[in-house]
């Protein structure tokens, strides 16, 4: 199957910092997802991404879908603690069904 | 419903018993997925439903595992003689279908086989 490559794995960062994390394949994407997870839950929808260069913003998260189709990238402006969790890219191909997650990058923000 | 709901939320078992996940998706949603999470892992995909098509069992990890769609819309994912590797958490996500696709989430079902 497809091989999401997310990074980073994991960040350490103090509260009010700026974080960013990127997604790359080896293939085209037609469509990139962006999810955030807490324990015990299910992913959490954060930004949808459609056209390649698309910038999209929700609150302090923005997101991009890379001009190349093959990467996407997540920045969370001035952290607070509660965006710990962990984050997820998903994209899919344009032909084809399923949706290819991340391993994620797991996010502590220090107070 | 308002969101995307699975039950049972946790499941013990016996090695070798067959468990029945199910999932209630967002009303009017026409796709549905099922996906395992391991562990600290990504999320894999393992079956997709959408409308009256013939469901994509591409991702299904062997014959032990089943799923069905009722109805077009609540779906049951059944596996056989479980194994201890088949603990995971097992997660549905619905959407509309449409071009500019969005998956929702359930929150799973924790599945610890003993």
């Known amino acids: 199957g497809q091989q999401l490559n997310q990074s980073p794995q994991s960040m350490f960062i103090q509260e009010g910092e700026d974080v960013s994390m990127n997604c790359t394949s080896s293939?085209?994407?037609?469509?990139w997802l962006w999810y955030k997870q807490e324990p015990g839950e299910g992913p959490v929808l954060l930004i949808a991404?459609?056209?390649?260069?698309e910038l999209t913003s929700n609150g302090r998260l923005t997101a991009q879908f890379g001009i190349t189709r093959k990467d996407s990238f997540l920045n969370i402006s001035a952290s607070i603690p509660s965006d710990v969790g962990i984050y997820f890219c998903?994209?899919?191909?344009?032909?084809?069904?399923?949706?290819?997650f991340g391993t994620g990058t797991s996010l502590t923000v220090i107070p | 419903g308002a969101g995307v709901s699975q039950s049972p939320s946790n499941k013990v078992t016996e090695k070798g018993k067959d468990v029945e996940l199910r999932c209630d998706p967002i009303?009017?949603?026409?796709?549905l997925y099922w996906y395992r999470q391991s562990l600290g892992q990504g999320l894999e995909f393992l079956i997709y439903?959408?409308?009256?098509?013939?469901?994509?069992k591409s991702g299904l990890p062997s014959d032990r595992f089943s799923a069905e769609r009722t109805g077009g819309s609540v779906s049951t994912l059944t596996i056989q003689r479980t194994q201890q590797e088949d603990s995971a958490v097992y997660l549905c996500?619905?959407?509309?279908?449409?071009?500019?696709?969005?998956?929702?989430f359930g929150s799973g079902t924790q599945l610890s086989v003993l």
């Open positions: 009303s009017g949603h026409t796709a």
């Open positions: 293939s085209i994407f037609n469509t």
């Open positions: 439903f959408q409308g009256n098509s013939a469901p994509d």
């Open positions: 991404l459609y056209k390649a260069g």
């Open positions: 996500a619905s959407s509309l279908g449409a071009r500019n696709e969005k998956l929702f």
């Open positions: 998903a994209g899919r191909l344009p032909t084809g069904n399923q949706f290819y």
